[in-house]
Every structure is written in structure tokens, then in C-alpha cells.
């Protein structure tokens, strides 16, 4: 049996990123899913900025489209890398790229619609 899919689901997801490429969100559920805001914040106790980049990848596609090339995010800062709502479809991926594993926390808003 199917699993059923309500026809609106929001999602409030966290993660520490580790270092290099991060997934931090995917569906392989018949939905589409609007992203509707991110935080990542620099949680190191040093005074070091963190580097972040933010890319989706298409689904059957190995190529990664930035929404943020090498962002800065100061220590104790945080950084809002999605200027509007992304629409992502069934497969595709939002990743987040850092050379620091437990520099950066993200807090991701998203809402599940489903398809018909």
C-alpha cells in the first residue's frame, strides 16, 4: 500500500554541516516542495568567518546550480541565502558546501505540497 501524502505538510529542518558537501534536502515522496526560508548560522567560538555555498541539483543531473557562491558568515552572525521561496520537484537537492565540519548549523522551513 501507498504511503498517504497529506496535500500540505510543512517541515522545520535542522543540521550541523559537516565538511565539504552537505544534502540537506531532498523527497523522493510525489511532492513538490517549496523552500521558504533558511538560516545558517556560525556557531564556532573563534572569531573565524565561514565560507558557504548553496546549490540545488536537479534531479537526474550531476550538475550543481548556485544560489550562493562562497558566502561569509562571521562568527556569532547568521546568513539568509534565499532572497525569495525555491521550488524544488520530486529528486532534486539542496546542498550546502563548507571546508569546517561543526562550524555551521542550518534551519530550513519548508512546505510539502502534493501532487496530483
Do not use: C, W
Request: hydrophobic share 40%; no cysteine.
Amino acid at each position: 500500500m501507498a504511503e498517504t501524502i497529506p496535500l500540505n505538510k510543512f517541515r522545520l529542518l535542522t543540521k550541523t554541516l559537516g565538511t565539504g558537501s552537505n544534502l540537506i534536502y531532498s523527497s523522493s515522496l510525489d511532492v513538490a516542495s517549496i523552500l521558504l526560508s533558511t538560516q545558517i548560522t556560525n556557531v564556532t567560538a573563534s572569531n573565524a568567518t565561514q565560507i558557504v555555498s548553496v546549490s540545488i541539483q536537479k534531479s537526474g543531473s550531476n550538475d550543481h546550480f548556485y544560489i550562493l557562491n562562497s558566502g561569509s558568515v562571521p562568527a556569532y552572525e547568521s546568513l539568509n541565502p534565499l532572497a525569495g521561496k525555491v521550488v524544488l520537484e520530486k529528486y532534486d537537492g539542496l546542498y550546502m558546501h563548507t571546508q569546517y565540519s561543526g562550524s555551521l548549523q542550518v534551519v530550513l522551513s519548508v512546505l510539502e505540497n502534493a501532487i496530483n
